[in-house]
């Protein structure tokens, strides 16, 4: 935004004040000629009065109907509560050793008082123990059988295609073709694919007040008594979970493996022109037509800095500056135009010119698809804070993975975002003064994924950096959540229970396993005649001779017939197969080090219950530590190597054997529960709230050492 | 023929626009209003403004979100109460520095809007003001010695009216004839003068002539100020005021162009992508 001011009317500041004032106050009729000036500040004013107003004639009014109705319908909801408040921070991928290890180190105060006064222990994660499923468990209280959240990927028995698994977005059903438009009608329609039901719906039927913020699996929102922002598995503005724009004036064919497009930008009379890939058209008959908008950059002499303008917004940007939020608005005609926000990384002036966009997310203050329960909740945060990142994995790890970032601008994006998350959560704590108030952080996870390499002295990813250069990125995030921590603390009395806890751990990223080259060197996946590598998705596998193949990070799957498209496995053969790969995968050993790289394989039938067990894989590969599915085989790749050593920036990973990497468990009040789980979580919720727990769930509550009320 | 009509039209267009006190209203409240969101958007801290606004519309939302919780309605309300402070304090600023221009034009329309001519043959009043010190310098009846000397084409149609309390005396006369005339006024061996405009044309008036009052000379008269040593301190002329007739009722140009000019500055405003 600008700044103006008037220069230059000649006259010193108290002459022309004192002038003005005169001129308002002494004859009557000026303030008649005041016109629209005044007239736009009285009007405005008077309105946002005006509304107020209003809005406390009906609250007021209506307060004591609605405490009655709601006295009659539920009775003193609180009656039975043990606390007022629960606040729940969530730090995703917060490690259990490594939180011990910096507190035995002094690093983190507050969550030695934690520790001290309350409870440390690890919580047991899911299987497997990835974000949308562990979330998932600690929202609904039961095991993934019942949520039908079992990775982020699920797959298509129809033709062996990933897709997302959290929620489904179809555009409207019906269009009207009116010359080269295609006019759609109706809303886009979104799916919830997560079942089961979040603990904070228990406590709203009960008439408990909950602030829920960026909780994974949480997109599409849903109605409850209270309010809601969606968290991971928000798309960005063109349905993807993220896809990042290099703007270059390099020439280059390469793609990027995930996650980013390469844009070219034209340099013509030391002005720059390129644009912003956006959403498809609604209205284009063609599927696939790009709108898009457009920026021009203006480098300042010396190359420095540059200025910008993308639509009517303009803006200044140093080389490894970041813009604000900027709004782009990508119109498609007839009045249709998507609403969106990203910031801008000037990378390069000189030789060459690169603009870094993050991905395109749904403006908040204006989402084109419901972020919020209820929805003006997202407008309401925007306009208290201004814009923020809504895409559900809004650290860009594809970028810094590719280079295209290095490690400050990912960790000054990081950090942008939780900073953000932090202002929110205190607006929430002041809101939720009763009730229950959770927000889950993901800068945790990002960050442990993508500087891992940097805690250990010879990870494949830092072998470049010797180990003394080595930035204590991860140290600073747990001394950055502590603080967090003890200023959460500072707002809570004895009333409150404060839990922090973790979806899961973390351990090191060093090898990738090709699980799928695993299966074709071991004749469980065949490929088409002639070919001894495939690409993406399966494109060169014969299912007709296939038995078994992964895709995803954990789940591996058989080819079954009746179930799968191509299925040959018959039903008889099906659990004789799973013990064999069981037999076979568990304690495989990396050849090149010796160490085992399969610590556990696990039969989906003895570890999920439920009406969704046909949706999981057929068995949970658990990686050992310093291990994890290869990015290829994620995506369906069969690759000649079965090991290979990791080199990208995400160097640290949790999506291996769950009894490695537990979370963690730190709360104000000590509990007594041994072993406890994320599953544990809402029915300890329930029960402290002095609800009844439903019959379904899976988890047990834990029992509060000691508390008077 | 068709040309010929379509310059007609044009011209009596033009002659509309130039002459009709609504299409000068509607003109003048289109620039204005343009021109009050250009100054505000140049003037103001257009920043300030937009945090000022969305934090005002935040505190709503938060009274609708949070309806349930009492304490935080109420701590809304008195937030929105403080934002608005604030926000009027931002757009205070600004607004002092377009007041200055729209002010000055505004002086000068209403010369044109303000009041009509006297009409034909209409009766008017003429006001003499004489200053206290000189009539209580003289014996009684010093409103006596002041004289009227008027043109051919204005007559007076009743004897002078004298108010001693006020010190003022009061004419009445007509005009005969369109036209700009001068009448003066004689008194202590001095004489002034004061225009009168007679007719139905659009016609810069000017209400009242005065000795002195900067202030109120800059606001209400179109003439030369009274010389100082003159014993009247001002002459003015009932003109009556002007009524710009929409759908059936009469309305000052003031409020026609107050509501005139918004509705603009809201639509500029949009159009420009200025905060307000």
């Excluded at chain 1, 062996?160 to 886009?188: C, V």
């Excluded at chain 2, 729209?102 to 000068?108: F, H």
């Excluded at chain 2, 310098?137 to 204005?154: G, Q, Y």
């Excluded at chain 2, 009061?170 to 369109?178: F, H, I, P, Q």
Aim: proline share 6%; with cysteine; glycine share 8%.
């Amino acid at each position: 935004m600008k700044r103006l001011r008037l220069v230059g009317t000649g006259r010193s500041p108290v002459t022309t004040r004192v002038l003005l004032i005169a001129l308002i106050f002494l004859p009557a009729l000026a303030l008649a000629y005041a016109g629209p000036g005044a007239g736009f500040a009285v009007l405005s004013s008077f309105w946002a009065i005006f509304v107020a107003f209003l809005y406390s004639v009906y609250a007021l009014m209506t307060w004591p109907i609605r405490q009655l109705f709601r006295f009659m319908r539920r009775r003193n909801a609180y009656g039975k509560a043990t606390f007022e408040r629960a606040v729940i921070l969530g730090f995703d991928g917060m490690d259990p050793e490594l939180a011990d290890r910096f507190m035995n180190e002094g690093r983190l105060p507050n969550l030695v008082k934690l520790r001290d006064k309350g409870t440390f222990s690890k919580l047991r994660t899911t299987f497997p123990p990835i974000s949308p499923v562990a979330w998932s468990t600690f929202m609904t209280g039961v095991n993934p059988g019942k949520h039908n959240i079992y990775d982020f990927l699920a797959r298509d028995t129809s033709n062996y295609l990933p897709f997302l698994s959290s929620a489904e977005i179809k555009g409207p059903k019906r269009h009207i073709k009116i010359g080269k438009y295609s006019i759609p009608f109706g809303k886009t329609q979104i799916k919830g694919m997560r079942k089961g039901t979040p603990f904070w719906h228990w406590l709203g039927n009960a008439g408990i007040f909950s602030s829920v913020i960026r909780v994974p699996v949480t997109f599409p929102p849903e109605k409850f008594q209270g309010v809601l922002l969606s968290g991971m598995c928000v798309p960005d503005l063109k349905g993807s979970q993220g896809t990042f724009c290099l703007c270059t004036t390099r020439a280059s064919s390469d793609k990027f493996r995930e996650g980013g497009v390469r844009v070219p930008i034209e340099r013509k009379n030391g002005v720059c022109r390129s644009y912003i890939p956006g959403p498809d058209s609604p209205l284009a008959e063609k599927a696939g037509t790009e709108l898009r908008v457009n920026f021009e950059i203006r480098p300042e002499p010396g190359l420095k800095s540059a200025r910008f303008a993308v639509g009517s917004e303009k803006f200044a940007l140093k080389v490894g500056e970041y813009s604000e939020w900027i709004p782009a608005e990508f119109k498609a005609g007839l009045g249709f135009t998507a609403h969106g926000i990203c910031r801008f990384y000037l990378k390069e002036l000189s030789p060459e010119v690169e603009v870094y966009v993050t991905p395109v997310n749904i403006d908040p203050g204006h989402p084109d698809l419901p972020i919020s329960h209820p929805v003006t909740y997202s407008i309401y945060l925007a306009k208290l804070f201004g814009a923020y990142a809504t895409l559900g994995l809004a650290e860009d790890t594809w970028a810094l993975n590719e280079h295209v970032l290095d490690d400050d601008a990912f960790l000054a994006q990081a950090y942008g975002n939780h900073e953000d998350r932090e202002r929110m959560l205190f607006d929430a704590l002041e809101k939720t003064k009763q009730g229950l108030c959770t927000c889950v952080f993901d800068t945790t996870d990002r960050v442990q994924h993508m500087f891992w390499r940097y805690l250990e002295e010879d990870h494949p990813a830092a072998r470049d950096v010797p180990h003394s250069q080595h930035p204590p990125v991860i140290q600073d995030l747990y001394e950055r959540m502590d603080r967090l921590i003890g200023r959460v603390m500072e707002k809570i009395d004895d009333d409150t229970l404060l839990l922090v806890i973790s979806d899961h751990g973390f351990k090191s990223f060093a090898r990738c396993m090709n699980l799928n080259a695993w299966l074709h060197q071991n004749g469980y996946l065949t490929l088409k005649d002639g070919k001894t590598e495939s690409g993406d998705w399966f494109e060169d596998v014969d299912w007709s001779r296939t038995r078994a193949y992964t895709m995803g990070l954990n789940g591996l799957y058989l080819n079954i017939k009746g179930r799968e498209k191509q299925g040959i496995v018959d039903a008889a053969e099906v659990e004789a197969l799973k013990a064999e790969l069981q037999q076979k995968l568990n304690g495989l050993v990396d050849p090149a080090s010796g160490t085992v790289g399969i610590t556990g394989v696990f039969i989906a039938d003895n570890v999920y219950r439920g009406p969704y067990t046909e949706n999981s894989p057929d068995l949970i590969v658990g990686y050992g530590a310093g291990y994890r599915a290869s990015w290829d085989s994620v995506m369906g790749k069969v690759t000649a190597r079965i090991f290979e050593d990791n080199i990208k920036a995400w160097s640290g990973d949790h999506c291996i054997d769950p009894r490695l990497v537990p979370g963690v468990l730190f709360s104000s009040h000590k509990f007594i529960a041994e072993k406890p789980a994320i599953v544990d979580v809402a029915p300890t919720i329930l029960k402290l709230f002095g609800l009844a727990l439903p019959a379904h769930f899976d988890g047990k509550p834990w029992n509060l050492a000691a508390k008077a009320r | 023929m068709a040309i010929a009509g379509h310059a007609a039209a044009i011209a009596a267009f033009r002659f509309f626009l130039l002459t009709s006190p609504l299409a000068i209203v509607v003109v003048v409240s289109l620039v204005v209003g343009l021109l009050m969101v250009v100054l505000f958007g140049y003037t103001s801290d257009q920043k300030a403004i937009g945090v000022a606004k969305d934090e005002l519309k935040a505190y709503l939302l938060a009274v609708r979100l949070y309806r349930d919780q009492i304490p935080v309605v109420m701590g809304s309300y008195g937030k929105i109460l403080r934002g608005t402070g604030r926000y009027l304090k931002l757009a205070f600023k600004p607004l002092l520095y377009v007041i200055i221009p729209i002010i000055l034009l505004m002086v000068q329309i209403d010369r044109y809007l303000g009041q009509t001519p006297i009409p034909v043959n209409a009766p008017f009043l003429i006001t003499v003001h004489l200053s206290d010190q000189y009539v209580s310098s003289l014996t009684a009846d010093a409103l006596d010695s002041v004289t009227l000397d008027l043109p051919p084409e204005i007559t007076m149609t009743a004897p002078a009216l004298h108010i001693s309390a006020e010190s003022e005396i009061v004419w009445r006369l007509a005009g005969s004839k369109e036209g700009k005339y001068e009448v003066k006024v004689a008194a202590a061996g001095q004489s002034v003068a004061k225009s009168v405009c007679v007719g139905s044309d659009l016609a810069r008036i000017s209400t009242v002539r005065l000795r002195g009052h900067f202030w109120e000379r800059m606001f209400s008269s179109a003439e030369p100020a009274l010389p100082e040593t003159s014993p009247i301190e001002s002459v003015a002329i009932n003109y009556p005021d002007r009524n710009i007739e929409i759908a059936g009722y009469g309305v000052n140009w003031i409020w026609l162009f107050f509501i005139l000019s918004m509705v603009a500055g809201f639509i500029f405003k949009e159009l420009l992508g200025i905060q307000i």
